[in-house]
């Protein structure tokens, strides 16, 4: 059984930083593909950010490329998101995501992966 908690949400000023952890439980953790997504209110889930079992490879939505960096660390079956240059539009419940099997990074539908974190809240004031 896997087991995703999402840890580092909360409320930060517009230009800020904030750093999201991922603690993953289950089978091995470098057996998954893993990604990020959020959900803004009245919006649907859309894909932030997804890196390789491996994590030599990462691949970022356009709206976060260059503020946004996914890693992880797989001695410690944990996945990270650091955002940095946060503007409101940011605001969002994050999600981390695996898929299983080894594989790149390219994966960004929401049925591309397999478990799913509760989520954490973002928020970002203007």
């Known amino acids: 059984q896997v087991q995703l908690i999402e840890s580092g949400g909360g409320l930060v000023q517009a230009g800020g930083s904030l750093s999201l952890s991922c603690a993953y439980s289950?089978?091995?953790?470098?057996?998954?593909?893993m990604g990020w997504f959020r959900q803004a209110p009245g919006k649907e889930r859309e894909f932030v950010a997804a890196i390789s079992w491996g994590g030599t490879s990462t691949y970022y939505a356009v709206s976060v490329k260059g503020r946004f960096t996914i890693s992880r660390d797989n001695a410690k079956n944990t996945l990270y998101l650091r955002m940095n240059a946060l503007k409101p539009e940011d605001t969002a419940v994050y999600y981390c995501?695996?898929?299983?099997?080894?594989?790149?990074?390219?994966?960004?539908?929401?049925?591309?992966?397999?478990?799913w974190g509760q989520g954490t809240q973002v928020t970002v004031s203007s």
């Open positions: 289950g089978r091995t953790f470098s057996a998954y593909v």
């Open positions: 995501a695996a898929r299983r099997g080894r594989g790149g990074s390219t994966f960004v539908g929401n049925h591309d992966y397999d478990y």
